[in-house]
């Protein structure tokens, strides 16, 4: 599929086709793509935060609902 017929469909369908995408992308992770440095020491800064309880972080779940919150805000919608 080329990028014109992707822009084509509607938003619904590009939607669902990035979530696929991106979903066969997390399953093909770790393959044959180096990962940056600073990715690796980003992930070691975050990792010593969190360690050293500077950080927190929240349950999937529960991240997921503040994101969808903060997103209906910002375009208006329930």
Known sequence: ?????????????????????WESLCHDSGRGLPVPDWHQEELSQR?????AGADTVSPWEDAKVRI???A???IGTA
């Open 1 to 21: 599929m080329q990028s014109a017929e992707l822009v084509a469909l509607p938003l619904n369908e590009r939607l669902m086709a990035m979530e696929a995408l």
């Open 68 to 70: 969808r919150q903060r």
């Open 72 to 74: 209906h805000a910002v």
């Open 47 to 51: 990792l010593a935060a969190l360690d």
